[in-house]
């Protein structure tokens, strides 16, 4: 089911620089969440397990059911919206997971994936979403008129955001990665069409706010101009605040919205 990923050079300085010894997998088969069985059969390539669980209260009581599972005692790693790459710190040590969705992309590319996932790790954040709202995450709910399953687009988007703000500094500073570099600037442009044209999908309908929550929050760790009303989050304020600050910006864009 896993096999160690040779990485290369570059691979291996961040890893040293932001993740040491963290494990780099691939994975043998594609997934959203691992079946608890088969994410048990990482301890044998690890030190210890550390499976995460979190209070049920925390959710609302139609919060979709893979996040009532994660929030549970039942070891789950990976949830919908990981992409290709996948990292956990439910392992000893963390662990990046590769998956095979990626087979026949640019190499470049999937590169800076796994190299952003080594920097996440590094920022000793939570692996996911539910993590970061905590209780707050029923707040979330409320402030929004999204369906649980929008809500929980638009927050893993937020928190994406919220990592972005610090990791793009990372990113461009990576004079002595040159190759990693211009990987993250290529990801970049790619998504500066899509965001240019995302007020007006929202404004017919074309594209939903939850989806177009992700697609800009996903280019805030590429800095670039961010439309209106995600551009709030491409702050060093939403770094600072934090959770606070993502629970106002949805109370206040929501009304708005209403």
């Known amino acids: 089911m896993f096999d160690r990923r040779v990485l290369s050079d570059d691979l291996a300085a961040v890893r040293d620089e932001h993740a040491p010894d963290a494990l780099v997998l691939d994975t043998e088969r594609d997934f959203e969440t691992l079946d608890p069985a088969v994410a048990e059969s990482l301890g044998p390539l690890c030190e210890s397990l550390d499976p995460v669980t979190y209070p049920a209260e925390w959710l609302p009581a139609d ?8 929030a549970s005692d039942s070891f789950t790693i990976g949830m919908p919206g990981d992409g290709g790459v996948a990292w956990t710190t439910q392992t000893v040590p963390a662990t990046v997971l ?11 590319f999937i590169e800076f994936l796994i190299a952003e996932a080594l920097v996440e790790i590094g920022l000793d954040e939570p692996e996911q979403f539910l993590g970061f709202f ?12 999204l369906a ?4 929980y687009q638009l927050a893993a ?11 793009r500094d990372v990113f461009a500073d990576w004079d002595d990665h040159p190759d990693l570099h211009a990987a993250w600037i290529d ?6 069409p899509r965001l240019t044209e995302l007020p ?20 805030v760790k ?10 709030a989050l491409d702050t060093r304020a939403y770094r600072e605040y934090g959770l606070d600050y993502a629970i106002e910006w949805a109370e206040k864009t929501f009304a708005e919205l209403d």
């Open 63 to 70: 919060a979709p059911e893979i996040l009532a599972n994660y």
């Open 98 to 108: 590769v998956k095979p969705r990626l087979a026949g992309s640019p190499e470049p």
């Open 134 to 145: 905590g209780e707050h995450y029923r707040d979330l709910d409320e402030a929004t008129s």
């Open 148 to 151: 649980p399953a929008g809500t």
């Open 157 to 167: 988007a937020l928190y994406d955001a919220y990592l972005g703000c610090t990791t």
């Open 187 to 192: 990801a970049g442009e790619r998504l500066v």
């Open 200 to 219: 007006s999908e929202i404004a017919t309908g074309e594209t939903s706010f939850a989806a177009a929550a992700e697609l800009a929050c996903s280019a």
């Open 222 to 231: 590429h800095d670039l101009d961010i439309p209106t009303p995600f551009g």
